[in-house]
């Protein structure tokens, strides 16, 4: 079986009538920056070893930045449902959710170039 692609409007139907949960498979600095509330942290570096109950007998949508990393990791995430939860696959990730105009929960921007490089802001 392959992991069926979904829609961000098909997603919200899901949870919105199946009661489908979101699962953020990006890593901790990334969701820091942004996320969607309410969805399940399980990022891949850790998916062999983390915890899906929260999604046990539930439509799971699996999303990343853009959908590369949850198209190339599709086996290993439905190793990982299987007997568990009904997984399936956000097309376009966190960007085509935004895009299709549902909210995120912005965190603090990561600091420019300028900064990384000399400290303070170019205005000091």
């Not at 699962?23 to 570096?45: F, M, N, Q």
């Not at 062999?48 to 995430?77: E, N, P, V, W």
């Amino acid at each position: 079986m392959i992991v069926k692609t979904i829609s961000p409007i098909e997603a919200h139907r899901m949870m919105t009538h199946d009661g489908a949960v979101l699962v953020d498979v990006r890593e901790r600095h990334e969701i820091e920056r942004e996320h969607i509330a309410g969805a399940i942290e399980l990022p891949l570096t850790g998916l062999r070893h983390g915890d899906l109950s929260a999604a046990r007998g539930r439509k799971a949508i699996f999303f990343c930045h853009s959908g590369g990393r949850t198209r190339m990791y599709g086996g290993q995430i439905e190793a990982k449902a299987n007997g568990v939860c009904e997984p399936y696959v956000l097309g376009g990730g966190i960007l085509a959710w935004r895009k299709a105009g549902f909210p995120t929960v912005q965190g603090p921007k990561p600091p420019s170039l300028f900064q990384r490089l000399f400290g303070g802001n170019p205005a000091d």
